[in-house]
């Protein structure tokens, strides 16, 4: 099925999204708060280099030996709604399915799923990566912070081609591995950066096409 547009799409093409986070304002933060996400990240920076984004083939899964379970790689098909191509096994064993094929926009509430699609292009377009919030449970279960990380990577040189992420819970609970998520809540966004010599630290969204508007944050789609 095809996207649906979100009420937060403004006049103008101008993409807003409903939440709120801290270290929009600039303000160097500490951005990768678990350890999954910082090894995945270091790893994908190390094979980058001076390149904004490196080669699928660059990736050797026994570098990623103890995060590969959380780790996830994505086909760059708006059509397609952003397949998986591979998929970690704590991954499929949090939404209780094998997830390789399936749509990676599926795992959204239908009310998000336009603007995760938003940022999957941006990290496309810009080589951009991104931090995504989220929360979700098991129906009837207390919800539970998760964090998504999405890296792009060049195919063959193609740069709209496939992202490599990671999708880590951010506490232990008790049902982890036994009932599956169900559709995520779409609660926080950070832009990614690592200059050499100033450490890891969230970016000012105006750099990656994002604004604030109050306690919105705006995309415009011309950028």
Not at 15 to 36: E, S
Not at 78 to 89: E, H, M, Q, T, Y
Not at 152 to 163: E, N, Q, S, V, Y
């Amino acid at each position: 099925r095809g996207l649906q547009r979100s009420p937060c799409l403004d006049q103008g093409g101008a993409f807003l999204c409903r939440f709120g986070a801290t270290g929009f304002d600039g303000a160097k933060v500490p951005a990768l708060k678990l350890a999954t996400c910082q090894q995945l990240f270091a790893y994908w920076d190390a094979l980058r280099g001076a390149r904004g984004a490196p080669e699928r083939n660059d990736v050797e899964p026994g570098a990623l030996r103890g995060v590969l379970a959380d780790t996830f790689i994505l086909e760059f098909s708006p059509k397609a709604r952003f397949p998986f191509r591979v998929v970690g096994s704590r991954t499929n064993a949090l939404f209780g399915r094998e997830l390789r094929g399936a749509p990676f926009l599926d795992l959204w509430q239908e009310a998000d799923q336009f603007e995760i699609a938003r940022v999957i292009e941006s990290v496309a377009d810009g080589a951009q990566p991104f931090l995504v919030g989220a929360r979700g449970a098991p129906d009837g279960a207390k919800a539970l912070d998760l964090e998504l990380l999405l890296l792009p990577l060049r195919h063959h040189g193609a740069t709209h081609a496939r992202l490599i992420g990671c999708c880590t819970p951010a506490a232990n609970a008790p049902w982890l591995g036994l009932l599956p998520v169900r559709a995520l809540n779409f609660a926080s966004l950070r832009s990614i950066n690592s200059p050499v010599g100033e450490g890891l630290h969230a970016r000012r969204m105006a750099n990656s096409g994002f604004r604030r508007r109050g306690h919105l944050f705006v995309y415009s789609a011309r950028n």
